[in-house]
């Protein structure tokens, strides 16, 4: 019978792993006996690292003085105690120990581990990062039609750009042009800097250039995003970006137009996935029709989507990538756009490249983001550098970007004195359930929670109103809805959503304005749809409000609908709540749930104790949701505060070095 360390015992598992770690540990002492233990802890630490989005362990930091990255944290990288007791010798000594160790190999075995360099992969993970890696090689290789004939090109591009930018250079034109002379490229900016709008422009171009080109029928176009939500808004986007350009479009542009699909698919249902089955429809030896693929919200993608999207591809087909660069990255394993918009911040295009710009969009690169030793990603990849949603002296354009330098001197400067637009609630940690801070905060003011029951109460049409009148209704509460939004760091706690929405819900019944006697489905009950319906036409994230509407069975008597925006911008979703997925309550949202939503104003609360959830992604993801006034509400001592602003996610991948 096999002995296994103490550490690996069921029921007293070392800290920080969990139940599937330890048995994956247990396999390999099976399969590989006499391998030493040190190699077994770091592949057990290995597969502990997956479980916070990390395909591989990074023995360089896990050595390194002050690095130490334990299997439940995120790394602060300023001030760890330094590498766990149990690493013997080092780099040098992982490295040795791995050798030894039969369940490790190159990958071109079947060994459950790879050791790459200073870096030691799962299997699976090193080979779809390679798989990655060598793909969108061959992509950035690839020479479009487009890229032959710059001229039209330029016409084109003059067409849909038809106004000078505000500031030179137009970061969208360039962004454009930057995606018609590669195979793949990746659009990134900040919340509001135009992503959507451009990459509309971009397709317009796509198919009036196919047309000249003799392909009536026009390109083959696909636009996805990872999650059902994501879908709708980019759905909601899309048509509103296509109705601005035909406003203003001659007859060639309107037939291209006509061309741009305005459907948005989730990436599972683009693919075809299976329930309960990991198989694919779409896959290297079936792949998908079409010429276009644009992937929105790009950040949600993690390594596995990544590969499964590549192999799903044609060769031919052009791949965008849409999404901002600083946001949280994807809850599984891998940070897919982060690590590939790694230098976009300045630049790197060649010499080459920018002469290339200049001649489809007339547009000059300045020199700063110039680089005659500019790898070949660079010159795919382009940040929007301007923001619509707010300005960059904004108090949140400036609390955003001062989180994101991870200068804490800054963001303390900024919440000493606050701009316009930001402001800084203070509360004891014990102080969850008072009223006080979410007075301050905004949520029980004027223009908070009140405001949404407020317009239930006071627009509700006369009983023998038309639908349309109800649907018009429905449409003032959901955007008196999207006005405000309590975000908090965590799920669970006394600063959590879980807990905050009972305590939120509770301040609203002592107010009066959920009626005692009402239960779950109360008038102006905002809620949060938990999983995907295509039956419903709902998806995850989804958000909606519990409204009374005529019973038309019995008279005057009146029933509860869940009112939901519908596909087009006009549109209303009646739902019974006895046909809802799984719902809950949603006065407070955790920041990761509101990944690319937007909401005029946001008290974005903080936990009283370190987590390592708590990071500048997750700061920044946050904040950058309010459109115009944004509360940090701050529980606990400053510390926690510059923790977080410091506290940046290096999540280990190297795909662009497999």
């Known amino acids: 019978m096999t002995e296994f360390p103490g550490w690996l015992a069921f029921g007293q598992p070392e800290e920080g792993l969990r139940d599937l770690d330890v048995a994956f540990g247990r396999l390999l002492i099976r399969q590989a006996p006499r391998a030493p ?17 990390h395909p591989c362990l990074d023995l360089k930091i896990l050595c390194e003085p002050g690095g ?16 766990p007791a149990w690493v013997e010798g080092g780099l040098d000594g992982c490295l040795a120990a791995l050798a030894a160790a039969d369940f490790v190999g190159d990958g071109g075995g079947p060994e459950p581990l790879v050791l790459q360099g200073h870096r030691l992969y799962l299997g699976r993970y090193w080979r779809a990062g390679r798989r990655i890696r060598e793909d969108l090689g061959r992509r950035l290789a690839l020479e479009p ?13 003059d067409t849909v750009f038809d106004e000078p930018a505000a500031e030179p250079p137009d970061w969208q034109k360039i962004a454009c042009a930057t995606a018609l002379l590669h195979g793949f490229a990746i659009i990134t900016g900040g919340p509001g800097t135009g992503k959507t709008t451009t990459v509309v422009r971009l397709l317009a171009v796509l198919q009036g250039l196919a047309r000249a080109r003799g392909l009536e029928r026009g390109l083959r176009i696909r636009l996805a995003a990872p999650t059902g939500k994501a879908a709708a808004r980019l759905n909601e986007s899309i048509a509103g970006a296509l109705d601005r350009l035909a406003a203003k479009a001659d007859a060639d542009l309107r037939a291209a137009l006509e061309r741009v699909p305005a459907e948005v698919l989730t990436l599972h249902r683009l ?47 052009r791949l965008v990538l849409l999404g901002d660069k600083d946001q949280l990255a994807s809850v599984e394993a891998g940070a897919v756009l982060g690590e590939l918009c790694g230098r976009a911040e300045d630049g790197h295009y060649t010499p080459a490249q920018c002469d290339r710009l200049l001649e489809c969009s007339g547009e000059t690169v300045p020199v700063a983001y110039r680089d005659p030793a500019g790898a070949a990603l660079d010159q795919a990849v382009v940040m929007l550098r301007r923001s619509h949603r707010f300005q960059a002296d904004s108090g949140i354009g400036r609390f955003a970007a001062a989180v994101n330098r991870g200068d804490v001197p800054a963001v303390a400067g900024l919440l000493r004195d606050p701009p316009d637009g930001l402001s800084l609630v203070r509360t004891g940690p014990s102080a969850a359930s008072s009223e006080a801070w979410l007075r301050d905060s905004g949520a029980l003011g004027e223009a908070g929670y009140p405001a949404l029951f407020r317009a239930v109460r006071d627009g509700r049409p006369e009983r023998a109103a038309p639908p349309p009148a109800w649907d018009c209704w429905a449409r003032v509460v959901l955007a008196s809805q999207a006005r405000f939004q309590v975000l908090c760091a965590l799920r669970d706690g006394p600063w959590g959503a879980r807990g905050l929405n009972r305590r939120i819900e509770s301040h609203l019944r002592a107010a009066g304005w959920i009626a005692a006697s009402e239960e779950a489905w109360y008038p ?7 999983r995907n319906h295509a039956a419903l036409g709902l998806a995850n994230g989804d958000i909606g409000v519990a409204l009374p509407v005529p019973d038309p069975e019995q008279e005057d008597a009146w029933m509860v609908r869940v009112a939901f925006a519908g596909a087009t911008r006009d549109a209303v979703r009646w739902v019974s709540p006895a046909r809802l997925p ?5 006065y407070a949202l955790t920041v990761h749930k509101s990944q690319g939503s937007e909401f005029d104003r946001v008290a974005l609360v903080l936990p009283d104790r370190r987590s390592p959830l708590l990071t500048r992604e997750l700061l920044y993801t946050g904040a950058t949701r309010a459109r115009r006034a944004l509360a940090l509400v701050l529980p606990g001592e400053d510390a926690l505060l510059n923790d977080a602003v410091r506290r940046g996610t290096r999540r280990a991948g190297g795909i662009w070095t497999l």
């Open 37 to 53: 233990e040190f190699a077994l802890r770091l592949a057990v630490l290995c597969s502990a690292r997956l479980a916070h989005g």
């Open 68 to 83: 130490s990255i334990p299997a439940g944290e995120a790394e602060a990288g300023d001030g760890w105690a330094g590498p």
């Open 145 to 157: 039609p487009e890229a032959r004939d710059p001229a039209a090109v330029r016409v084109w591009l």
């Open 271 to 317: 693919l075809g996935s299976r329930p309960d089955t990991r198989r694919l429809k779409f896959h290297a030896d079936n792949p998908l029709d079409l010429d276009v693929l644009v992937v929105d919200e790009a950040s949600m993608m993690d390594i596995e989507m990544m590969d499964a999207v590549l192999a799903a591809l044609p060769a031919h087909a």
């Open 524 to 530: 102006g009950r905002p809620v949060l749809v938990l």
């Open 582 to 586: 799984e719902v809950e309550t949603v």
